[in-house]
């Protein structure tokens, strides 16, 4: 696959040299700390212990490390910066929240950029992978396999939604990222952002009418308790990624690099699977809450109606047009 290959082709290379033999020594002892937010069960999690269990194995416990769950080690924003600064060694991250600092992962942002699920593994495994890692690399982040999060989705305590019209005036709670601020102005609802852990409350007190995201955190924070209205809109699929910091990457030697991007890769097959199987007994459960879920056969004046937020994205960042068209352009 051209995403491992290019990165360990341009990573390894920077490597050469005198490097060779500090990361060896340093390798060899190397405990890594990896941060998940997500509790020990999640597929998420049975992956990443996968991982580091495989990475374990194949080095002969030179590379071992523990991983800790449930956001013990800080929100997604600083691990996220921990991970840059080599604070921590690893970690698993929404590309949605790294938009802000690292523009090439917000062209998986953009509402309805991939045509599917299937499609978006193939995208990320490929070329469109390697170019997203190679702006992740300039800010101190190896991706090492991309993970699923599923489709998001709108539920709100008002109405379901079958137009963009439908939005128009509702309170949506959105992850920190100008992207889906303007997802939501652009069909005339009111986007706010906030924290993931205040939304169960902001919904119940009308603080906000709503959110979107995938079915399992719909159904596993209990927001299907106070918004029955699921609409299944799937504007935004964006990955996650397995990643590694720059600076313990360029401790390893480029054969525990070759272990450590097959065993991202392996992981991110479990995950996957694991992920399709909770997100249909996610649906599955919210339905027999009483959620009311209604299906989108027309996403036709949806996709339309995010034409400003396109234009502005590309006015702003010119660059990341060709690799816009490379998503917008397959098939």
């Known amino acids: 696959m051209k995403f491992f290959s290019n990165i360990t082709t ?12 500090v990361a060896a020594t340093t390798a ?13 069960d999640y597929p998420v999690s049975i992956a990443m212990e996968s991982f580091m269990a495989e990475v374990a194995e194949r080095t002969n416990g ?4 523990k991983i800790f769950h449930n956001g013990v080690l800080g929100n997604q924003p600083d691990a996220i910066e921990q991970i ?35 499609q978006m593994y193939e995208l990320m495994d490929g070329e469109v992978g390697a170019a997203i890692g190679e702006g992740m690399k300039a800010k101190g982040m190896v991706p090492l396999g991309w993970y699923d999060a599923g489709a998001r989705s709108f539920y709100n305590s008002k109405t379901p939604i ?12 959105v992850m920190s990222n100008d992207l889906f601020v303007s997802m939501v102005e652009s069909m005339d609802g009111n986007a706010t952002p906030m924290a993931f852990g205040e939304v169960y409350q902001s919904i119940k007190t ?24 699921y609409s299944l809109t ?23 690099q070759e272990i450590l991007l097959d065993a991202g890769h ?16 996610s649906m599955e459960k919210v339905q027999a809450g009483g959620t009311v879920v209604n299906t989108i056969e027309d996403k036709a004046p949806f996709q339309a109606a995010m034409a400003p937020v396109y234009d502005k994205f590309l006015a702003d960042n010119p660059d990341l047009t060709d690799l816009v068209n490379m998503i917008r352009n397959a098939d």
């Open 62 to 65: 030179e590379v071992t490390g």
């Open 10 to 21: 341009t990573v390894s290379g920077a490597m050469l040299g005198g490097c060779l033999a």
């Open 162 to 173: 079958n137009t963009p019209a439908d939005v128009t005036g509702l309170k949506v709670r």
């Open 206 to 229: 009308g603080v906000v009418d709503g959110a979107e995201n995938n079915p399992p955190s719909y159904e596993s924070t209990n927001h299907f308790e106070v918004a029955k209205y």
């Open 234 to 256: 799937e504007h935004l699929i964006i990955p996650e990624c397995l990643c590694m910091s720059l600076k313990t990457w360029e401790k390893m030697t480029p054969e525990q």
């Open 28 to 40: 060899s002892a190397a405990d890594l700390r990896g941060w998940n937010i997500h509790v020990e």
């Open 84 to 118: 840059r600064l080599g604070v921590i060694d690893f970690g698993e991250f929404s590309l949605g929240p790294m938009g802000q600092s690292i523009p090439e992962t917000n062209v998986v942002s953009l509402p309805f950029i991939f045509k599917s699920i299937p």
């Open 266 to 281: 392996k992981s991110a097959v479990k995950q996957r699977e694991l992920w399709q199987a909770r997100e249909a007994a």
